[in-house]
């Protein structure tokens, strides 16, 4: 590769303190001839959805997440007034709680943030917290599941004495994910057991009219802040979803939003060659022939950006991940996305990377800055900064020798402003690629699936525990009582009987193990 070749393909904004760097993906100029009637549809799709047009046709929803840091770009007063409102609200309120204002009802002020939602509704202020959240004014902590052990060690963090002090902030779109919905349930047991008033402590974001939202409204919640439904929960950081939990941490919201509007502006431009996000999707579709034959290998060459490879791990796979393309054929279409952090994965799976299966790219994110303030040697004349970029261009470099290709992104440092930069980057690649491969990126009709079995498997569970006797039964017999499956029934009964509801024998074979009050 020489530096001419990687010289023409650096994508720069200089003002931005960004690049792309793309030479290593061998992007060919009759691929690039080949692509260009796609890439001017790709164009005009995303200016039709930022002009408010149904972009995602399934759930008859427009989709605006890219003018939450701009909102002048609303199509109407309506939808900006529906931006703006809850963003001024939002920072007044922090703003009432870091001065004590707003109070916990047993004196003091709030001292730390327990958050609960899940999926886009979590892992968005989990990014945020994680990558910029060393300023912050108070602490955030999260339920963002429904195992019960890992409530219990959150609740056990804070103790029973923080909760008096601990602020709610229940999180859920739809206002009805069981999981979100379970996390509250307990968080309010505990506050209960406390002898305190959970709605005091409570505040809600939420759809208008959706079941969390009654839930606050009856329970007297301190206070609730609106989310549209033209904001995708994978695309909902800069939405109040995001933008609530940072503000209440005592975080800089506004250059988060500035970052992603600069790249926004940057890629809205229809010159593909200078356009970052379009290179992106470029090099996914070069990559995996348009069909995400390769996966996306992220890393970022600093600690605090590890959550942005489960970040983009939602983004990319719940957008890109569709059986139908909007024609109606079958093409299951996707991009398998994984990474953690480098250098650390070099002494992981690096080694597959480089010498097994050549099935992915690789995504590096360099940070420039190592460190803020004096750094030392940690041998003569080299630094850990030195390291860390010797190893981030060492493996570049070792991944391409052997025919695997990476793109590098740069950014000089982790801020608020490049935070939004990076994630406006890839919610732009997204909604390019999604067009490029003509799929809907904005629904999920998938997980619809999952919650249907889990709603149909908690049924089967009830209709067990009601068969269960003092005589000992195996699982075929409750089946045929029941009318259910014998292998459901089974783990319904292997479920009871670690948690201690019913007692197990074990037979020879699982379908002879028996169980008994
Ligand atoms: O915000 P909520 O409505 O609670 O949804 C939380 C999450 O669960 C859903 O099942 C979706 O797959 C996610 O896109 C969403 O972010």
């Known amino acids: 590769m020489s530096f001419d070749t990687y010289s023409a393909s650096v994508i720069r904004y200089p003002e931005l303190g960004f690049s792309l760097d793309s030479s290593l993906m061998d992007l060919d100029a009759s691929f690039l001839a080949e692509m260009e009637p796609k890439v001017a549809k790709a164009f005009d799709d995303m200016k039709a959805l930022e002009s408010g047009a149904i972009a995602n046709p399934d759930e008859g929803r427009m989709v605006g997440h890219y003018w939450l840091r701009q909102p002048s770009l609303a199509p109407n007063d309506e939808l900006r007034a529906q931006i703006t409102e809850p963003l001024t609200a939002l920072k007044e309120f922090a703003e009432q709680v870091h001065t004590g204002r707003v109070a916990p009802p047993g004196g003091g002020q709030f001292r730390r943030i327990l958050l609960i939602g899940i999926g886009g509704s979590a892992l968005g202020p989990q990014l945020v917290n994680d990558a910029i959240g060393d300023q912050a004014r108070l602490p955030i902590l999260f339920f963002d599941n429904t195992d019960p052990a890992g409530i219990d060690r959150t609740l056990a963090s804070i103790g029973k004495e923080g909760l008096a002090t601990t602020l709610v902030l229940v999180i859920s779109k739809s206002g009805g994910t069981p999981e979100t919905r379970n996390g509250m349930v307990e968080a309010k047991a505990a506050y209960d057991a406390a002898g305190l008033d959970f709605g005091k402590h409570a505040v809600a974001v939420t759809g208008t009219g959706s079941k969390l939202d009654k839930f606050a409204d009856e329970h007297g919640f301190i206070t609730r802040f609106p989310m549209e439904d033209w904001v995708g929960g994978r695309t909902s950081v800069m939405s109040t979803v995001g933008l ?250 292997n479920h009871l009987a670690a948690n201690g509801e019913v007692q197990s024998s074990l037979g020879k074979e699982p379908n002879e193990d028996t169980f008994s009050l």
Not at 303 to 330: A, C, I, P, T
Not at 390 to 410: E, M
Not at 451 to 458: H, Q, T, V
Request: proline fraction near 4%; hydrophobic fraction near 40%.
């Open 244 to 493: 609530v939990p940072a503000s209440l941490q005592g975080l800089d919201i506004d250059p988060f939003l500035e970052g992603a509007a600069a790249m926004d502006a940057e890629t809205r431009k229809t010159d593909a060659s200078t356009n970052a996000a379009m290179r992106l999707a470029l090099c996914w579709y070069a990559a995996g022939n348009g069909k995400g034959e390769k996966d996306m290998v992220v890393l970022p060459y600093k600690d605090s950006l590890v959550l942005f490879s489960k970040y983009l791990q939602q983004l990319v796979m719940e957008s890109l991940g569709k059986e139908l393309d909007l024609d109606g054929n079958k093409v299951n279409q996707g991009i398998a996305v994984y990474g953690n952090k480098g250098s650390t994965d070099q002494h992981a799976y690096v080694q597959q990377l480089r010498d097994g299966v050549p099935n992915f790219f690789a995504t590096f994110i360099e940070v420039r800055k190592g460190r803020d303030g004096d750094t030392i040697e940690v041998e003569p004349g080299s630094t850990s900064a030195d390291y860390l970029q010797g190893f981030l261009r060492g493996t570049r470099k070792a991944l391409y020798q052997s025919g695997r290709g990476s793109i590098t992104l740069s950014i000089p440092e982790v801020n608020p402003f490049q935070l939004g930069l990076l994630i406006g980057l890839f919610e732009r690649a997204v909604s390019f690629y999604a067009s490029l491969v003509n799929i809907n990126a904005y629904h999920q009709p998938g997980v619809e699936a999952g919650k249907k079995a889990a709603a149909d498997f908690l049924d089967v569970l009830n209709g067990v525990r009601s068969r269960i006797t003092a005589d000992a039964k195996t699982a075929g017999d409750i089946a045929y009582e029941i009318d259910a499956d014998p292998e459901d029934v089974y783990h319904c009964l």
